[in-house]
């Protein structure tokens, strides 16, 4: 059974950074892409960011462009998400995401499991 177990959430003010991590444990982590999602309150789940199986490839949102950055480290089956220049707008709770493929997908249809999510809070 897969599990994803996140932590580096919690409270920084707008202009500061965290660094998520995402454990997995329970399949081949390398043969599959991953993905971070994250949903605020009243809101939907959005996509964030995704890195394919080998992560030679990274896709972001708009939001997320030119201030996160996605990596994987396969031998230690984790995935992260440095997060810079926060803006209270990034408030969420995170999730990461394993894919059904090796490939990057943005629909979170596409994520066969998820993690239990840490929360993210930006002060102003």
């Known amino acids: 059974q897969v599990q994803l177990v996140e932590s580096g959430g919690g409270l920084v003010e707008a202009g500061g950074s965290l660094r998520l991590s995402c454990a997995a444990s329970g399949r081949t982590f390398s043969g599959y892409a991953m993905g971070w999602f994250r949903q605020a309150p009243g809101k939907e789940r959005e996509f964030v960011a995704a890195?394919?199986?080998?992560?030679?490839?990274?896709y972001y949102a708009d939001s997320a462009k030119g201030r996160f950055t996605i990596s994987r480290d396969n031998a230690k089956n984790t995935v992260y998400l440095q997060m810079n220049s926060l803006k209270p707008e990034d408030t969420a709770v995170y999730y990461c995401?394993?894919?059904?493929?090796?490939?990057?997908?943005?629909?979170?249809?596409?994520?066969?499991?998820w993690g239990q999510g840490t929360q993210v809070t930006v002060s102003s």
């Open positions: 995401a394993e894919g059904r493929s090796a490939n990057i997908r943005v629909a979170p249809a596409a994520y066969d499991h």
């Open positions: 890195i394919n199986w080998s992560g030679a490839i990274t």
